[in-house]
């Protein structure tokens, strides 16, 4: 059988921390309820007659809440100990985050993301608070261009190979994911059940010569 080596490998990191989940969904209750009050949220529950499908109520920023800063530390922490562990130099470089915010896809259903990545950003992550069986999946796509302008037909397309142009997962309340920036990722179409909630972030790692104070 032939033996490889492994180059060029992305990794994600997963970790389960279900001791967050009450404590921060009651501070992300409030954010959650100013969402669905925007303007458009509620004119397009309107038009659909009382019913929230493909609604997704988005909250503004986050990270500064100061009931947050705790979680928001270990989170910062942790990415800069991923962009360690993967060998870049950070020694002169500190993770700020550039965007933190909750969101929850509607009951009805009908809540997705197109794939997208967040660009001048080095890490992007979740930390999921509501989830059901049939909830929406977070989808990771293969990073590398070239890969899939050649990519042949795969033999099993359900495992998890070297020929594999997408991987998911069925995280469960507390799981805290973190990945590369550069990974173009998405979320599939859930049926109708609780809301699916969680909070989605982005990091910078920026040199701390431009982080000092003038």
Same mark, same amino acid.
């Given at each position: 059988?032939?033996?490889?080596?492994?180059?060029?490998?992305?990794?994600?990191? /997963?970790?389960?921390?279900?001791?967050?989940?009450?404590?921060?969904?009651? /501070?992300?209750?409030?954010? /959650?309820?100013?969402?669905?009050?925007?303007?458009? #949220?509620?004119?397009?529950?309107?038009?659909?007659?009382?019913?929230?499908?493909?609604?997704?109520?988005?909250?503004?920023?986050?990270?500064?809440?100061?009931?947050?800063?705790?979680?928001?530390?270990?989170?910062?922490?942790?990415?800069?100990?991923?962009?360690?562990?993967?060998?870049?130099?950070?020694?002169?470089?500190?993770?700020?985050?550039?965007?933190?915010?909750?969101?929850?896809?509607?009951?009805?259903?009908?809540?997705?993301?197109?794939?997208?990545?967040?660009?001048?950003?080095?890490?992007?992550?979740?930390?999921?608070?509501?989830?059901?069986?049939?909830?929406?999946?977070?989808?990771?796509?293969?990073?590398?261009?070239?890969?899939?302008?050649?990519?042949?037909?795969?033999?099993?397309?359900?495992?998890?190979?070297?020929?594999?142009?997408?991987?998911?997962?069925?995280? #469960?309340?507390?799981?805290?994911?973190?990945?590369?920036?550069? /990974?173009?990722?998405?979320?599939?179409?859930?049926?109708? #059940?609780?809301?699916?909630?969680?909070?989605?972030? #982005?990091?910078?790692?920026?040199?701390?010569?431009?982080?000092?104070?003038?």
């Amino acid at each position: 059988m032939m033996q490889f080596q492994e180059y060029f490998k992305t990794p994600i990191y /997963i970790e389960d921390r279900p001791e967050w989940v009450n404590p921060i969904n009651k /501070i992300c209750d409030s954010y /959650i309820k100013e969402a669905k009050e925007m303007k458009e #949220n509620k004119e397009r529950v309107k038009k659909q007659k009382g019913s929230d499908f493909g609604a997704v109520a988005h909250s503004y920023q986050i990270a500064q809440d100061p009931k947050l800063k705790k979680y928001i530390k270990y989170i910062g922490d942790r990415s800069w100990e991923f962009l360690d562990c993967m060998g870049y130099d950070l020694k002169n470089h500190t993770c700020v985050f550039t965007d933190c915010w909750v969101q929850e896809f509607p009951k009805d259903g009908g809540g997705h993301h197109n794939s997208h990545v967040h660009p001048n950003n080095h890490v992007s992550g979740f930390f999921y608070l509501h989830r059901e069986e049939d909830s929406p999946l977070p989808v990771f796509h293969d990073p590398r261009p070239a890969a899939l302008i050649t990519a042949l037909p795969e033999k099993r397309g359900k495992d998890i190979t070297f020929a594999s142009q997408a991987v998911h997962w069925r995280p #469960n309340p507390g799981t805290l994911i973190i990945q590369p920036a550069y /990974i173009t990722h998405q979320y599939t179409v859930g049926g109708p #059940n609780k809301p699916f909630r969680f909070i989605h972030f #982005n990091i910078q790692a920026i040199e701390k010569r431009f982080m000092r104070s003038q």
